[in-house]
């Protein structure tokens, strides 16, 4: 079964570089697919340099869909991430 | 030949003022150079496949020093090189171009070209700058490939450093104390080398096309990173008017510099102590340069999240040792745990709570689901208690019972531990003030404790009812709304009336116009994110309680 969830990006400067990059590297630690869109677009989370792509900026929202083995904890991993970025 | 003096207007980057000799730094031969020699394609990956080994373990050193000299912000950058290094998009693409019969070096110029033109479209210039990041990797991967190596400088003398563009494997290699500003035609106010000047301090000016075509080694340059203007062979006359700038300059930070360390003292001779928040033991030493006097509040949860298992009793005193080791004897006022259901510990088991800001946190969590953890935490406290002026302070309190259940906890440990009771005693003991209802009974809670310490943020959040991440109602929250206010002024009359000393470690202290305000309230001590200590003393130093009075009469409370 695949999950998904809907998250607002708060934080300032959007996903770039530093945050991307630990969004990127909390998406690689798990072993399910997972794709984040902006938009409609999709784009394979694990992949710094599509997430950067996606230019999501602040108060835009994402999509985030998990397929795989625990699928659960890698969702509420990320969602968790992208609330608590700091400024 | 006398050249004639040319100016130039660019992006300033990073202020203050330069004038020095030039150095000119050019990329080596990664960015021109193409390889004829066609191998098999199987070989071409694999020699790939080397040059990112290669470049991983290179960028790895790299960052250790970086954050050695720089700062761990600064290494940070790095990070974001090993991801793309790892990046699956970036190696299918590059493997695909191989098994097409490309040789590596052209197929990672190739799929680089593709990649920045992607990003030099995207709206967000933040996003367009870190094109720099790329070109960096795939320029160090060309280089491993080709053979070459990233122009090592050498310089002799302090320099004012002239580049078409620089990238953080540029800079990392630079000798730190011999660089005057950096001036570079491509970049903006956040590329990597206008981070570097910043935390370096020195000037830094991007976006000066042609310029380093037209200067050579060893002409002299004015850089002005606050206005943005770069001459190149100055006039006397110009050379003489950046002189007594930077001449000026030098003398303000100095004396910028001696008054961080002094204490702030109203006009009228009033002392308020000015102390740092501080989340980890790293950022010891940035608030000590930054002229705290004293650690107003250590948050403690770094030492319990991001983690397997609990911290042991061992972990928590050399943690506090460390910083004892540097705040010698200025005062550090650990905060014990303070987490809740929102932020659980992966080792705790944390109830599933509707509400979990109104749930089992802080204070409540520790006595009735940790207690075993929270006694280790105030063993711990009490153990370090000789090499660091450690103050205990207790969070998310809302009634004088666990006030006093948790004075009977620690009473507990330390005789458990062989601390006596006059021993005990000399340790003051506060809680935060961050509830409504602690605030509203601060008088009876004024008798229990030493000190309060009032974290506005929540106490802004509960008194107002107001989430202030929430979008919908965020104009609710204000910190300085009367009812937050007047819960202020009742806590600090209550504490002073039993001779109890305050202290506010919520973002309100920092807000330089409401110093006034809760200096005529009468706060003690105003504990701060570093980087303010400076700029709240000298708001301090300004006041005198009479201008302070009149200032916050138009605070309407």
């Known amino acids: 079964m695949t999950q998904k969830a809907k998250v607002v990006v708060k934080n300032k400067v959007g996903l770039h570089a530093r945050p991307a990059a630990l969004f990127v590297q909390t998406a690689r630690k798990y072993d399910s697919t997972i794709r984040v869109g902006k938009e409609g677009k999709f784009v394979d989370a694990k992949s710094i340099l599509e997430v950067l792509s996606l230019g999501v900026e602040c108060a835009d929202t994402i999509e985030i869909i998990v397929d795989g083995p625990s699928e659960e904890e890698a969702l509420y991993a990320i969602v968790n991430l992208i609330n608590e970025l700091k400024d | 030949m006398i050249h004639n003096s040319t100016k130039f207007e660019g992006i300033p980057a990073s202020s203050t003022v330069a004038i020095g000799k030039i150095k000119i730094y050019r990329h080596g031969a990664a960015t021109k150079r193409g390889d004829r020699i066609v191998r098999k394609s199987n070989e071409e990956s694999k020699r790939f496949k080397n040059a990112t080994f290669m470049a991983k373990h290179q960028i790895k050193q790299l960052r250790k020093k970086v954050q050695k000299e720089f700062g761990e912000d600064n290494a940070k950058v790095f990070d974001a090189h090993l991801l793309i290094l790892d990046d699956p998009s970036f190696i299918s693409k590059v493997e695909d171009r191989i098994k097409n019969g490309e040789a590596a070096e052209h197929a990672v110029r190739a799929v680089l070209n593709e990649i920045v033109k992607e990003f030099t479209s995207i709206k967000s210039g933040y996003i367009r700058e870190r094109v720099a990041d790329l070109k960096d990797v795939g320029t160090r991967i060309i280089n491993n490939l080709i053979g070459t190596n990233f122009s090592p400088i050498n310089l002799d003398d302090k320099r004012v450093i002239v580049a078409k563009e620089l990238f953080p494997s540029d800079t990392v290699m630079m000798p730190k104390d011999k660089i005057l500003a950096f001036v570079t035609e491509k970049g903006g106010k956040t590329s990597h080398v206008s981070i570097i000047a910043r935390t370096l301090g020195i000037p830094c000016v991007v976006g000066i096309e042609g310029i380093s075509e037209m200067a050579r080694d060893g002409d002299t340059i004015i850089v002005d990173g606050d206005t943005g203007t770069v001459i190149l062979h100055p006039t006397q006359k110009e050379f003489s008017i950046y002189e007594d700038k930077v001449k000026r300059h030098l003398l303000h930070m100095k004396n910028l510099e001696k008054a961080n360390h002094e204490p702030a003292i109203t006009k009228d001779g009033r002392r308020i102590k000015v102390v740092a928040n501080v989340g980890n033991a790293e950022e010891v030493d940035s608030a000590l340069e930054a002229g705290a006097e004293g650690i107003g509040l250590l948050r403690t949860e770094f030492l319990f999240l991001g983690r397997k298992t609990p911290p042991t009793e061992d972990e928590i005193v050399d943690v506090l040792r460390d910083i004892g080791k540097r705040m010698i004897e200025k005062p550090v006022v650990v905060r014990t745990l303070d987490i809740g259901g929102d932020k659980p510990p992966s080792y705790i088991e944390f109830p599933k709570e509707n509400n979990p800001f109104l749930g089992m946190r802080g204070i409540r969590f520790c006595l009735k689901s940790a207690r075993k953890?929270?006694?280790?935490?105030?063993?711990?406290?009490?153990?370090?208690?000789?090499?660091?002026?450690?103050?205990?302070?207790?969070?998310?309190?809302?009634?004088?019972?666990?006030?006093?259940?948790?004075?009977?906890?620690?009473?507990?440990?330390a005789r458990e531990i062989g601390v006596s009771d006059k021993e005990l005693s000399k340790i003051e003991l506060g809680i935060m003030i961050e509830i409504p209802?602690?605030?509203?009974?601060?008088?009876?809670?004024?008798?229990?404790?030493?000190?309060?310490?009032i974290g506005t943020n929540d106490l802004t959040q509960y008194t107002l009812a107001a989430d202030r991440t929430n979008e919908n109602i965020s104009e609710l929250y204000d910190h300085l709304h009367p009812s937050v206010i007047r819960l202020i002024e009742h806590t600090v009359k209550s504490a002073h009336e039993k001779g109890k000393w305050v202290g506010i470690c919520g973002e309100l202290a920092s807000v330089l116009d409401a110093i006034p305000l809760l200096v005529s309230i009468g706060i003690d001590e105003l504990s701060v994110a570093y980087s303010k200590i400076p700029e709240v003393k000298s708001t301090i130093r300004k006041l005198s309680t009479k201008d302070a009075r009149k200032l916050a009469s138009k605070f309407r409370y």
Not at chain 2, 437 to 453: H, I, K, T
């Open chain 2, 373 to 413: 953890l929270f006694k280790t935490q105030l063993r711990a406290i009490l153990k370090a208690r000789k090499y660091c002026n450690v103050k205990i302070m207790f969070p998310m309190i809302s009634t004088i019972k666990e006030v006093k259940e948790t004075k009977k906890i620690l009473r507990e440990v």
């Open chain 2, 437 to 453: 209802s602690a605030a509203l009974m601060s008088d009876q809670l004024a008798e229990e404790v030493d000190f309060f310490s």
